[in-house]
């Protein structure tokens, strides 16, 4: 039903922008018209897209729920007020009319699929025909608003704001709604733990025995540990992929040639596409074991899992944030500020540190920053590589753990979201979402800082 309706919904419009223009350029022959022919055609094909889309938008949801719900009803009329036996019957009742059902239906069960088949033929005829009848209204009606005076440009361009304002309203509004969903579930966590203990505590052990008299059945939830290892962890990364990173971009947007660059940029940004689960691959059979045994070659005790491997394969994931971030922004600087500094007599490595590099400080910046925020929400490469041990350590030969590993290892399986150990996972969720909002007011405040001296 929704491709039959597409199909209808593209035709409509394509109808109605061509009968709309054509109209503009016929009544042009004979008098000004005060917007160009195919503004009038936009506006017809609003007018139908408008409506259609709203029948849609209303009549699908409530057709499936009339739906089921009458098909519930010869099924078992109890079902209504019971949400978990209400979904099993209508998957039951949907398998069964797709064919995939294994087994003898019941009587009852097969009635019950002829009700849902009929009402579902009838609300998606009366949806098509809806969205049709209103689509030749609104081609109709509009048709007749095609004269010289009618500005069509206006209405057109009122629409188009219209739309970008609600695009933007979504963007605001699930920023919002995310916030607040993970904010009451970390209400409800700290109902079960002191908010000092999640956040100053020095031992994570979110596991919960069955039985009260069990070892370990309240659980530990400090989060100094997760703390710790998620910095260490970012600390190396960024320690590989700061410089590497900044240096290959001043040497691609400074001294490269446009051959070399062409051919570099590309092979250096391939990076950023390969998939983090194949990076934790490398950094758990390649890495890992070729640091435990550089190390035992030093002396030193390097564990399987470690946070040294993690971070240096995350700091290879993050190159081209760094790299291709702060090459466009070093390639943003003025051509003028490099030439005035040459004629006043300074070398490049002069201009590239004393002029380009400060003009550039705020998009470097942000790209420093960037490229944090995604170590520290990185998780595939800590689970494969650092382990889930929540140790309390700098040592970065020792395994370690980060929030990301901790919210994905607790929130696997059937989960009880009652439990202080679930609703766990939201409080590092919040927390790790208010470090990274920290990471950016902290850049808005660089760059916002040192922009005016280059403006």
Request: hydrophobic share 55%.
């Amino acid at each position: 039903m929704i491709w039959a309706y597409l199909v209808l919904l593209v035709v409509l419009i394509v109808v109605g922008y061509a009968f709309g223009r054509m109209r503009a350029v016929t009544v042009s022959r004979t008098e000004t018209l005060h917007s160009r022919p195919s503004y009038y055609g936009a506006f017809v094909a609003i007018w139908i897209l408008t409506p259609m889309v709203l029948v849609y938008a209303v009549g699908v949801p409530f057709a499936n729920h009339v739906t089921e719900t009458q098909a519930l009803t010869v099924y078992d009329p109890a079902l209504l007020d019971k949400e978990l036996e209400r979904g099993a019957a209508l998957r039951e009742i949907e398998a069964v009319s797709a064919g995939e059902f294994i087994g003898d239906p019941s009587p009852r069960l097969i009635a019950a699929v002829e009700t849902y088949e009929t009402y579902r033929a009838w609300g998606s005829n009366l949806v098509f025909l809806a969205g049709l009848a209103l689509g030749l209204i609104g081609l109709a009606m509009t048709l007749r608003f095609v004269s010289a005076g009618f500005r069509a440009r206006n209405h057109v361009e009122r629409f188009i704001k219209r739309v970008l304002l609600a695009c933007a309203c979504v963007a605001v509004l699930t920023t919002i709604g995310i916030v607040f969903s993970v904010l009451f579930e970390t209400i409800r966590f700290f109902n079960h733990v002191s908010p000092m203990d999640f956040l100053f505590g020095l031992h994570w052990s979110p596991q919960t025995a069955i039985r009260a008299d069990q070892v370990g059945s309240s659980g530990a939830f400090g989060i100094v540990p997760l703390v710790v290892g998620t910095l260490l962890i970012t600390f190396i990364a960024m320690v590989i992929a700061g410089p590497i990173g900044l240096f290959a971009a001043i040497y691609m947007a400074e001294y490269a040639t446009p051959r070399f660059r062409s051919i570099a940029k590309p092979i250096l940004e391939i990076l950023a596409g390969i998939p983090t689960v194949v990076l934790g691959f490398f950094a758990a059979l390649t890495v890992a074991p070729s640091l435990r045994e550089a190390g035992f070659t030093l002396g030193l005790d390097v564990a399987s899992e470690s946070a040294l491997a993690a971070g240096v394969v995350m700091g290879m994931m993050i190159i081209p944030f760094v790299s291709s971030l702060s090459d466009d922004v070093i390639n943003a600087v003025p051509q003028s500020m490099r030439d005035g500094s040459l004629a006043m007599g300074a070398t490049k490595s002069e201009t590239v540190k004393k002029v380009i590099l400060p003009a550039a400080l705020p998009g470097i910046v942000s790209a420093f920053m960037l490229a944090i925020s995604a170590a520290v929400g990185e998780t595939m490469i800590v689970v494969m590589a650092a382990g889930l041990a929540a140790n309390l350590t700098i040592n970065p030969l020792e395994a370690v753990t980060t929030f990301t590993v901790q919210i994905k290892t607790i929130l696997v399986g059937d989960q009880e979201f009652d439990s202080a150990k679930t609703l766990s996972a939201f409080a590092l969720g919040f927390v790790l979402f208010f470090f990274t909002l920290m990471l950016n007011v902290i850049a808005l405040e660089i760059v916002k800082r040192y922009r005016e001296q280059y403006d």
